[in-house]
C-alpha cells in the first residue's frame, strides 16, 4: 500500500500512564526513584519483583470508583510490604509526590484531547486495574473520550490483540484509521504493529538514556505528548 493509499485518521487511541500521566515514563520507574529519594536505595531487581507482586494483586480486585491517589496508595502499601518496609510516613510522601506530578500531566493532557476530539474519536487503552473509567473521569479526560478500555474489563492486557480490537470497535475505525500513542515498546508500539495499526511511540527520554529505538523505523517518536499535534498535522 502506498503513501497516498493510506486511509486518513479517524481515531487515536491513548496509553494511559506513561503516556497521559507523564513524559514517557513509566509507574514502576517513576515509583522507583521515588522510593530510592524518599526511603533509601534498593536493588532494581528486587525492586521489580515487588512492583509486580504489588501491580499484580491490584488487578480486578479494587472498586469501580477508586480514585488515582487510592490506587496508587495501595500499590505502593504492596510494594512496601514486599520490601518489608514499615516506613509508612515516607511511603505517603511518595505517593503525594507520584499524583502531584501525574495530576500535572494529566491537566496538560485533559487539554489536548480536548482540541482533538473533535477532528477524531479518541478512547484510552490500558493495562489497568478496573477502575480505569472513574480514574479518567477525575482528571477530566472523560468529556473527549468516546471509550476507555481497561484490561481488567476487557480480560486480556496489552499486546493481546483483543483489547485493541475492543478500542477500535468502540471507536468505530478499522486498524488502518486508527493510531496508537503508547509509552511501552513491548506492549504498545508491538501490540499496534502486530494489528496493522499506526503508532508512535511516547518515550520522553527513554530512547536517549537506554540507547533503543522505535520497534518500526518509520514511527514517530514522541518527546513529550504535545509533539503529536506535529504527526498528525
Known sequence: MSATDVPPLAALLFDFGGTLDSDGI??????FRLWSEEIGEVELARFDLAF????????????GDLSLRETVRRLATGIAKGLS??????????VSRFCEDAFEHLSASALLLESLASRYRLA???NFYGNLPAVCAEAGLTPSLAATIDSAAVGASKPDPRIFEAALSAVHARPSEALLVGDSLARDMAGARALGMR???MAGDQAA???VSACCPEDPVLKRLADLVEVIA
Do not use: C, M, Q
Open 209 to 211: 538514556a537506554a540507547a
Open 85 to 94: 518496609s514499615k516506613n509508612g510516613r515516607a511511603s505517603e510522601v511518595i
Open 26 to 31: 513509566p509507574w514502576k520507574t517513576r515509583l
Open 199 to 201: 503508532h508512535a511511540w
Open 52 to 63: 509486580y507482586d504489588a501491580d499484580d494483586a491490584l488487578v480486578g480486585n479494587l472498586p
Open 124 to 126: 484510552i487503552v490500558s
